[in-house]
């Protein structure tokens, strides 16, 4: 018995990554950002809204809240449809009252479906970005190419069409991607994406078609992941917001500016017994000296014109 | 090719040793308990060759959920854990995937400043040792130590299995390379067995002088947090509680603790005071001495090996 001697082989054994995507950088390292107002954590509040087809295929996995049952999953379709028809409201309510200015990311098909909500986010002002067209339309590797150029011109063009914004973000379905997804969405006028996981700060991603800047999105925070994947209480994920603001805060006195990223979804956090934790951690943050809630694409420029 | 075709039972790697009435082991200065922090620091690559046996990935490449999560752990969390670990007075020892050496010699540079132990972990953490011959296993782990050797000028000691994929030999080969490398200076103890709280002898075929020393899947917070899904307070407080019983049984007879670490969990913005308080928590304590895997194994077979192998052969009769 042995393996093919490939595997004791390594041929991107040497300095920096081992793909060509991003440069090796470690944050420490890195000259320290400034915010307006000499704010200490720009605060990114990151809305997403999603449609969840009944009819998924779950092609090549199924997404994470995704239908769990036999057709048709009428219990996981309506209660994810519960986030657009009441829990956003809440959360709208929520940004209001503490001065929030959050970031929406939409399915370009609940556009298409629900042109109040639509309208009633547009009217706010705030920047909407592009979460795919659907949450069973997967970016993945292996997929098809113009097939996938179909998808993200379509996703792209129909939100900028119905939005009436430039839509210069993108978020894939599943924070999933195929390995040309960055060149297609760098093609498509997109600026920004936020799949990668790997950073607290902005950073520069290369592509065949133009730079693209990964923003720092963090998912172990996300409402999704630490009550619906961990399973942790809502007192828990408050309590973890919490600490983040405290470390970051304090991290900045040395670092320069920081992030806070909340991901959270209306379907999660809008239910009756969580909103209260997401309007304490609105609070809490809000609360604080040197923040500065600012849109996706606001943390992106104010970086990106400190960059050489 | 013996022991690779039939699977064991028992690896028979260790006799039953009941914790009771165990000779006393005695730390240096008195202390009841040897502390000591691990940082895995890992590289796992995007597209690694395929294993018969393990898969890498759950996605079709790129995978880029689970890459680009560990890849924050060398960009981000590393210095974090550095500058914490500084604060409290622990010098980390670190599991490495030791193609990191090239990868981001600026990592290790840090580590050595420090004064840090290194030990193998293997090249990279999505190379499993499955399916492996017994001479390319022996490669894989000679080409490990040479690596940590020839970038620190460390005589690797201790071993912990990348990915913790082993073989039958794993144990035994780490232990031959290490002697036929640095004679008894290298590969004389493994993180790779959770069977004691306090070190213990381990037979291998070329009966070298070589312990097991605890590094605790318990306290490790990949288990923590991504296996058992714990929040971090919890986690903090079981740190705590965890020292609390080892430091009052080490009165009788010294015990181990070990806090092993990844930088893309437990130095996560929302995890460090967690993480923190019980630093400084166990720091905080009186008799505790803060040391090193590599310093522990040492002391152990110098000084307490003799001894537990004779206990162990007296009770086994």
Same mark, same amino acid.
Request: charged fraction near 25%; glycine fraction near 8%.
């Given at each position: 018995?042995?393996?093919?001697?490939?595997?004791?082989?390594?041929?991107?054994?040497?300095?920096?990554?081992?793909?060509?995507?991003?440069?090796?950088?470690?944050?420490?390292?890195?000259?320290?950002?400034?915010?307006?107002?000499?704010?200490?954590?720009?605060?990114?509040?990151?809305?997403?809204?999603?449609?969840?087809?009944?009819?998924?295929?779950?092609?090549?996995?199924?997404?994470?809240?995704?239908?769990?049952?036999?057709?048709?999953?009428?219990?996981?379709?309506?209660?994810?449809?519960?986030?657009?028809?009441?829990?956003?409201?809440?959360?709208?309510?929520?940004?209001?009252?503490?001065?929030?200015?959050?970031?929406?990311?939409? @399915? $370009?098909?609940?556009?298409?479906?629900?042109?109040?909500?639509?309208?009633?986010?547009?009217?706010?002002?705030?920047?909407?970005?592009?979460?795919?067209?659907?949450?069973?339309?997967?970016?993945?590797?292996?997929?098809?190419?113009?097939? #996938?150029?179909?998808?993200?011109?379509?996703?792209?063009?129909?939100?900028?069409?119905?939005?009436?914004?430039?839509? $210069?973000?993108?978020?894939?379905?599943?924070?999933?991607?195929?390995?040309?997804?960055?060149?297609?969405?760098?093609?498509?006028?997109?600026?920004?994406?936020?799949?990668?996981?790997?950073?607290?700060?902005?950073?520069?991603?290369?592509?065949?078609?133009?730079?693209?800047?990964?923003?720092?999105?963090? @998912?172990?925070?996300?409402?999704?992941?630490?009550?619906? @994947?961990?399973?942790?209480?809502?007192?828990?994920?408050?309590?973890?917001?919490?600490?983040?603001?405290?470390?970051?805060?304090?991290?900045?006195?040395?670092?320069?500016?920081?992030?806070?990223?909340?991901?959270?979804?209306?379907?999660?956090?809008?239910?009756?017994?969580?909103?209260?934790?997401? #309007? #304490?951690?609105?609070?809490?943050?809000?609360?604080?000296?040197?923040?500065?809630?600012?849109?996706?694409?606001?943390?992106?420029?104010?970086?990106?014109?400190?960059?050489? | 090719?013996?022991?690779?075709?039939?699977?064991?039972?028992?690896?028979?790697?260790?006799?039953?040793?009941?914790?009771?009435?165990?000779?006393?082991?005695?730390?240096?200065?008195?202390?009841?308990?040897?502390?000591?922090?691990?940082?895995?620091?890992?590289?796992?690559?995007?597209?690694?060759?395929?294993?018969?046996?393990?898969?890498?990935?759950?996605?079709?490449?790129?995978?880029?959920?689970?890459?680009?999560?560990?890849?924050?752990?060398?960009?981000?969390?590393?210095?974090?854990?550095?500058?914490?670990?500084?604060?409290?007075?622990?010098?980390?020892?670190?599991?490495?995937?030791?193609?990191?050496?090239?990868?981001?010699?600026?990592?290790?540079?840090?580590?050595?400043?420090?004064?840090?132990?290194?030990?193998?972990?293997?090249?990279?953490?999505?190379?499993?040792?499955?399916?492996?011959?017994?001479?390319? /296993?022996?490669?894989?782990?000679?080409?490990?130590?040479?690596?940590?050797?020839?970038?620190?000028?460390?005589?690797?000691?201790?071993?912990?299995?990348?990915?913790?994929?082993?073989?039958?030999?794993?144990?035994?080969?780490?232990?031959?390379?290490?002697?036929?490398?640095?004679?008894?200076?290298?590969?004389?103890?493994?993180?790779?067995?959770?069977?004691?709280?306090?070190?213990?002898?381990?037979?291998?075929?070329?009966?070298?002088?070589?312990?097991?020393?605890?590094?605790?899947?318990?306290?490790?917070?990949?288990?923590?947090?991504?296996?058992?899904?714990?929040?971090?307070?919890?986690?903090?407080?079981?740190?705590?509680?965890?020292?609390?019983?080892?430091?009052?049984?080490?009165?009788?007879?010294?015990?181990?603790?070990?806090?092993?670490?990844?930088?893309?969990?437990?130095?996560?913005?929302?995890?460090?005071?967690?993480?923190?308080?019980?630093?400084?928590?166990?720091?905080?304590?009186?008799?505790?001495?803060?040391?090193?895997?590599? /310093?522990?194994?040492?002391?152990?077979?110098?000084?307490?090996?003799?001894?537990?192998?004779?206990?162990?052969?007296?009770?086994?009769?």
């Amino acid at each position: 018995m042995a393996l093919d001697q490939e595997y004791l082989q390594y041929p991107h054994r040497s300095h920096g990554m081992d793909h060509d995507r991003y440069e090796w950088s470690m944050l420490s390292e890195r000259k320290p950002v400034t915010w307006p107002g000499e704010a200490k954590l720009a605060l990114w509040v990151n809305v997403c809204l999603q449609f969840f087809p009944l009819d998924q295929q779950g092609k090549p996995f199924a997404v994470p809240g995704g239908m769990t049952m036999p057709y048709p999953d009428l219990r996981h379709f309506s209660l994810r449809d519960y986030g657009n028809r009441v829990g956003i409201y809440r959360f709208l309510r929520a940004f209001e009252q503490f001065g929030i200015k959050p970031t929406y990311a939409m @399915n $370009t098909q609940l556009a298409e479906r629900a042109p109040y909500l639509l309208e009633r986010i547009a009217a706010t002002g705030d920047e909407i970005l592009c979460h795919g067209w659907n949450m069973d339309k997967l970016h993945y590797g292996g997929m098809d190419k113009s097939e #996938e150029e179909e998808l993200v011109q379509r996703s792209l063009s129909r939100l900028r069409e119905l939005s009436g914004q430039a839509v $210069t973000g993108w978020i894939s379905p599943a924070r999933n991607e195929s390995e040309n997804t960055p060149e297609l969405l760098a093609a498509s006028g997109v600026r920004y994406f936020c799949d990668w996981v790997n950073d607290d700060m902005p950073y520069r991603f290369n592509t065949s078609a133009g730079d693209l800047v990964a923003m720092p999105l963090s @998912n172990e925070l996300e409402d999704r992941f630490v009550l619906m @994947n961990n399973l942790h209480s809502e007192q828990s994920w408050l309590e973890q917001v919490c600490d983040a603001c405290d470390f970051l805060m304090e991290e900045s006195q040395t670092g320069g500016g920081r992030v806070l990223a909340l991901n959270i979804h209306p379907w999660m956090l809008g239910q009756p017994h969580r909103i209260g934790k997401l #309007e #304490e951690a609105l609070a809490y943050i809000t609360g604080k000296s040197g923040m500065w809630s600012a849109s996706a694409a606001e943390i992106m420029q104010c970086w990106q014109q400190q960059q050489d | 090719m013996a022991g690779r075709s039939e699977m064991k039972q028992d690896p028979g790697f260790y006799d039953y040793w009941p914790y009771e009435n165990r000779p006393k082991i005695e730390w240096p200065n008195d202390a009841r308990i040897a502390f000591w922090v691990a940082p895995n620091i890992e590289f796992y690559e995007l597209n690694p060759p395929a294993n018969p046996h393990r898969k890498a990935w759950p996605q079709p490449s790129p995978a880029l959920p689970g890459y680009s999560i560990r890849d924050y752990g060398n960009r981000v969390g590393h210095v974090r854990q550095m500058e914490l670990l500084d604060k409290y007075g622990i010098r980390g020892s670190i599991s490495l995937s030791t193609a990191l050496c090239d990868h981001h010699p600026e990592i290790i540079e840090m580590c050595a400043q420090r004064d840090w132990e290194f030990f193998s972990h293997g090249i990279y953490n999505t190379r499993y040792t499955y399916g492996m011959s017994e001479e390319q /296993e022996r490669e894989m782990i000679r080409d490990s130590m040479e690596t940590i050797h020839r970038h620190t000028g460390q005589k690797c000691a201790g071993y912990l299995a990348p990915a913790l994929s082993h073989s039958e030999l794993t144990l035994d080969l780490f232990a031959e390379v290490g002697t036929a490398l640095f004679g008894d200076e290298g590969g004389f103890y493994t993180c790779d067995l959770f069977h004691d709280d306090q070190p213990t002898p381990i037979n291998t075929r070329s009966g070298k002088r070589f312990a097991s020393i605890p590094y605790s899947l318990e306290m490790n917070d990949t288990i923590a947090y991504v296996v058992n899904k714990i929040e971090p307070r919890r986690y903090g407080q079981m740190l705590k509680d965890n020292f609390d019983r080892l430091y009052a049984e080490g009165a009788e007879s010294g015990t181990v603790m070990c806090i092993p670490t990844h930088n893309y969990q437990v130095s996560c913005p929302h995890r460090m005071k967690a993480f923190e308080e019980a630093l400084e928590y166990i720091t905080g304590h009186e008799d505790v001495w803060v040391t090193t895997g590599r /310093e522990i194994a040492r002391h152990f077979i110098d000084n307490h090996q003799d001894d537990c192998l004779a206990d162990i052969s007296a009770r086994g009769a």
